[in-house]
T-cell receptor
Framework: ETGVTQSPTHLIKTRGQQVTLRCSSQSGHNTVSWYQQALGQGPQFIFQYYREEENGRGNFPPRFSGLQFPNYSSELNVNALELDDSALYLC?????????????FGPGTRLTVL | AQSVTQLDSQVPVFEEAPVELRCNYSSSVSVYLFWYVQYPNQGLQLLLKYLSGSTLVESINGFEAEFNKSQTSFHLRKPSVHISDTAEYFCAVSERNSNYQLIWGAGTKLIIKP
């Protein structure tokens, strides 16, 4: 069983640009959640997808969007990047949906916005 | 849950000494409670969780946490720490009326001194 993987590991963008981050969930995991973790803080929930449909969203603006694909991969897209978007972005997969499930985290993508 | 507070950003402790990492939350509804651990250069991993039943939950590596509803706390304890416990520990909460959103504390770095 492979773990959760994310790409790229690091990324540098400039303000106003767009970025796509990718995640590959564990096989059989129908739920993927995305988090933003700023330096020195805990993760903040961005949104969750279950079977390719968004089924929950945190306090993030619409320029944060996502996609989930049938092959257990997913994307986080961020438009019009701002300096405050610099953070570690984590994805986590789980077999079902809901708070009872254990989430399995990837190593993260470190995004720097200049 | 409206917020999760981890009172200590760092906890230094000597090897084989006991440790307690504190976590308090605020919520007006019933909650699920989690502790995740992040070892150096690794992704977040579930350490233990409280869903229902016994308020004392244990992990396989000797940690335990007790849910105290009256004090809205879920402190993590270990009677004797080992150098391999060096990591950052995150407390997280999910409200029972929310299927998906984990609210996280800022984390506590456990530093084991030889």
């Amino acid at each position: 069983e492979t773990g959760v993987t994310q790409s790229p590991t690091h990324l540098i963008k400039t303000r106003g640009q767009q970025v796509t981050l990718r995640c590959s969930s564990q096989s059989g995991h129908n739920t993927v959640s995305w988090y933003q973790q700023a330096l020195g803080q805990g993760p903040q929930f961005i949104f969750q997808y279950y079977r390719e449909e968004e089924n929950g969203r945190g306090n993030f603006p619409p320029r944060f969007s996502g996609l989930q694909f049938p092959n257990y991969s997913s994307e986080l897209n961020v438009n019009a990047l701002e300096l405050d978007d610099s953070a570690l972005y984590l994805c986590a997969s789980s077999p079902g949906q809901g708070a009872l499930d254990t989430q399995y985290f990837g190593p993260g993508t470190r995004l720097t916005v200049l | 849950a409206q917020s999760v507070t981890q009172l200590d950003s760092q906890v230094p402790v000597f090897e084989e000494a006991p440790v307690e990492l504190r976590c308090n939350y605020s919520s007006s509804v019933s909650v699920y409670l989690f502790w995740y651990v992040q070892y150096p250069n690794q992704g977040l991993q579930l350490l233990l969780k409280y869903l229902s039943g016994s308020t004392l939950v244990e992990s396989i590596n000797g940690f335990e946490a007790e849910f105290n509803k009256s004090q809205t706390s879920f402190h993590l304890r270990k009677p004797s720490v080992h150098i391999s416990d060096t990591a950052e520990y995150f407390c997280a909460v999910s409200e029972r009326n929310s299927n998906y959103q984990l609210i996280w504390g800022a984390g506590t770095k456990l530093i084991i001194k030889p």
